[in-house]
T-cell receptor
Framework: EPEVTQTPSHQVTQMGQEVILRCVPISNHLYFYWYRQILGQKVEFLVSFYNNEISEKSEIFDDQFSVERPDGSNFTLKIRSTKLEDSAMYFC????????????FGSGTQLSVL | GQQVMQIPQYQHVQEGEDFTTYCNSSTTLSNIQWYKQRPGGHPVFLIQLVKSGEVKKQKRLTFQFGEAKKNSSLHITATQTTDVGTYFCAQNQGAQKLVFGQGTRLTINP
């Protein structure tokens, strides 16, 4: 079964450093998402992306965050200057070309900011 | 944005007992989705409910959407250890913005 893949599975960084989290969505999907989950808490929406632009974003997704689809397969989340509170599991997800479709999630990248 | 309230936050049962989690919204929902996240895993889609009063079953799982489309429930009959995890309801707030409830963490005593 096709799946969303994320790399790396774990990322440790120093506060103030830039990180890029990478995702390869399912190949025929057109909508892409980033979510984060602080340990033991709920899954929080960050951003959705369609047709090479942001569709929706949450208040968490401030100027420190950006997303990009640099080629036909990758979808990235960049955090420019990490803070301690950015430590979380970051999930990428994708869905088909219809609205309100189910999301397929990747296994996540655990980001630890020291 | 709108909040979907999910209760209870935690539920511990003996294996074989039933389990129910509830989602409530102050506004009418266009649809609701349910996801399961195993410990250490990622959310996995279970089902989507769209119609008022809809009831769907998946083996021991029964999903309901309220008549007013403001609440939903997931009921598991005769829990098994494989049911352990956190169950999330999720609502669309915008065409590409799926917002998750706080989740109900289910633990089971074998």
């Amino acid at each position: 079964e096709p799946e969303v893949t994320q790399t790396p599975s774990h990322q440790v960084t120093q506060m103030g450093q830039e990180v890029i989290l990478r995702c390869v969505p399912i190949s025929n999907h057109l909508y892409f998402y980033w979510y984060r989950q602080i340990l033991g808490q709920k899954v929080e929406f960050l951003v959705s992306f369609y047709n090479n632009e942001i569709s929706e974003k949450s208040e968490i997704f401030d100027d420190q965050f950006s997303v990009e689809r640099p080629d036909g397969s990758n979808f990235t989340l960049k955090i420019r200057s990490t803070k301690l509170e950015d430590s979380a599991m970051y999930f990428c997800a994708s869905s088909t070309d219809r609205e309100n479709e189910k999301l397929f999630f990747g296994s996540g990248t655990q980001l630890s900011v020291l | 944005g709108q909040q979907v309230m999910q209760i209870p936050q935690y539920q511990h049962v003996q294996e074989g007992e039933d389990f129910t989690t509830y989602c409530n919204s102050s506004t009418t929902l266009s649809n609701i989705q349910w996801y399961k996240q195993r410990p250490g895993g990622h959310p996995v889609f279970l089902i989507q409910l769209v119609k008022s009063g809809e009831v769907k079953k998946q083996k021991r799982l029964t999903f309901q959407f309220g008549e007013a489309k403001k609440n939903s429930s997931l009921h598991i009959t005769a829990t098994q250890t494989t049911d352990v995890g956190t169950y999330f309801c999720a609502q669309n707030q915008g065409a590409q913005k799926l917002v998750f409830g706080q989740g109900t963490r289910l633990t089971i005593n074998p």
